[in-house]
């Protein structure tokens, strides 16, 4: 009862304001930051990945919390979660953004096929999302890192583009926000032998309100496939400054 009535009384208190960024795509965005090879997380947490009063979370029963690493804990159940970029985003942007809900939904291994709609993926994302404004607040943006799944077939890395271009078109066209924006991740790991395809297809894909930050060079772990814990802060930095550059101008100074 009274973890319950504590996740109510967060969302009161978060509701009139509360902006609201959907996380998504495989692996790296869930976070495997700090997991090792025995799929243990080390439990280290960055500063820049505290919580704070002001960020909360979606779980997977649909209730606000205090958002805390690791956020994916509840959602990609099948595979162990460390740090993402989540927590630094949100701690990067609440200066400017005010109250932020985040609205996990990554799951590892997820190839972009099966975040079409009508596909459980896409699907849960899109209710997890409407549900997340039923108590008040706006979606600002949806966060996607996604891909490395589509690196070792030619049909899917070829396929890459077209299908990341009508999950856009689709996601705005069910939350009800045409230009809703949406930051991409272009991978840095996978397979090596269409990586360069996808990296590529994600790059192109010139939509209005869709940006890219590349992951290419940032740390990755002894698997050559996941971020490490430092190259999740970078990258949970470099998601917000393209969020506040693009989507979240600084106010203009009263002359």
């Not at 205090?66 to 159940?77: G, M």
């Not at 049909?155 to 856009?168: S, V």
């Not at 395809?197 to 590349?214: G, Y």
Request: proline letters at 5%.
């Amino acid at each position: 009862m009274g973890i319950a009535s504590s996740k109510q009384s967060a969302e009161t208190e978060t509701s009139p304001s509360k902006q609201i960024f959907i996380l998504s795509g495989q692996s790296n965005m869930a976070g495997r930051g700090g997991v090792d090879r025995h799929k243990k997380w080390d439990g280290v947490v960055p500063p820049e990945c505290n919580p704070d009063s002001s960020i909360f979370r979606l779980d997977a029963q649909l209730q606000w919390e205090s958002a805390k690493e690791p956020l994916h804990a509840d959602i990609d159940t099948k595979k162990t979660c460390g740090v993402g970029p989540g927590m630094v985003f949100a701690n990067a942007v609440r200066k400017r953004v005010g109250v932020i809900g985040l609205v996990p939904c990554a799951v590892g291994g997820t190839a972009i096929r099966e975040w079409a709609r009508g596909m459980p993926l896409y699907e849960n994302m899109v209710n997890r999302a409407k549900e997340a404004v039923k108590s008040g607040g706006e979606i600002k943006a949806l966060l996607w890192y996604q891909g490395e799944s589509d690196t070792s077939k030619y049909d899917d890395a070829k396929l890459y583009k077209a299908n990341m271009e009508k999950l856009i078109q689709n996601v705005r066209q069910d939350l009800g926000s045409p230009s809703l924006p949406i930051i991409q991740v272009v991978i840095a790991s996978g397979d090596s032998k269409y990586l360069e395809r996808v990296r590529e297809a994600q790059k192109e894909i010139d939509i209005p309100n869709v940006v890219c930050v590349d992951a290419k060079g940032l740390p990755l772990q002894e698997d050559h496939l996941h971020l490490t814990t430092a190259a999740q802060v970078k990258l949970g930095q470099m998601l917000a400054d393209a969020y506040l550059a693009n989507f979240e101008p600084a106010p203009q100074a009263s002359s």
